[in-house]
């Protein structure tokens, strides 16, 4: 079966009608944003990007929140903007690389909806976060490379314990959206 074909696949309809959020989490530079944007458009579910949201309603960029504020204040503006998140219908959620590791939000996520971890090796996420754009991200903005993976490496050791509580656990640098579909959908039809 060609790929465009699998879209209409009775198993990717079943997604449309799972009444929760999907989030996706991992690392800064997993590919968060990007999968999200892909899912949601083959599988015709809101797309809901949870640093953006931030942005649009503190009216600043988070390297600016995060000036004014310091890390604290931006926790606390993502958790409150993550748990007003409409949890009785269906999106596709990307999550900020902290969000799941602060407060009670991974326990929230997973009560709520159905929890995505892209799960990538600390070379993989230095080499994608050297080609973007490091001074959206004010956690990196004045690393060097070897910086950037020391501080990957320190980071995924505390991180990780909470990205793992995540339903499910995928290298998606091995599988296309629409594996990924399928993947999502078996889990849901599980349930
Ligand atoms: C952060 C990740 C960023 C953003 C903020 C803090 C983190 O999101 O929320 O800069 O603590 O890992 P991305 O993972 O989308 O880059």
Same mark, same amino acid.
């Given at each position: ?57 503190? /009216? ?11 890390? @604290? ?22 999550? /900020? ?12 996520? !997973?009560? !709520? /909806?159905?929890?995505?971890?892209? !799960? ?17 991200? #004010? ?7 070897? @910086? ?20 499910? !656990?995928?290298? #998606?640098?091995?599988?296309? #959206?629409?594996?990924?579909? @399928? ?9």
């Amino acid at each position: 079966m060609e790929r465009s074909d699998r879209q209409n696949t009775p198993s990717i309809v079943s997604l449309t009608s799972y009444p929760h959020p999907i989030f996706i989490i991992g690392f800064m530079g997993s590919g968060k944003t990007t999968l999200g944007k892909k899912l949601s458009k083959i599988a015709k579910i809101p797309f809901i990007d949870l640093d953006q949201h931030i942005v649009d309603t503190s /009216g600043m960029s988070i390297s600016d929140y995060f000036k004014l504020y310091g890390e @604290e204040g931006f926790r606390r503006l993502e958790e409150q903007i993550l748990k007003s998140i409409p949890t009785d219908t269906c999106a596709i959620v990307s999550t /900020g690389g902290g969000a799941p590791c602060f407060s009670d939000n991974m326990t929230w996520m !997973n009560g !709520n /909806g159905l929890t995505l971890y892209l !799960n990538l090796p600390p070379k993989a996420l230095q080499s994608r976060l050297i080609s973007s754009d490091k001074t959206t991200r #004010p956690l990196l903005s004045t690393m060097n490379d070897d @910086e950037l993976l020391d501080y990957i490496e320190d980071k995924l050791k505390s991180r990780s314990a909470f990205y793992e509580k995540a339903k499910i !656990n995928i290298n #998606p640098l091995r599988l296309s #959206p629409q594996d990924i579909l @399928e993947i999502l959908t078996k889990e849901i039809q599980s349930r």
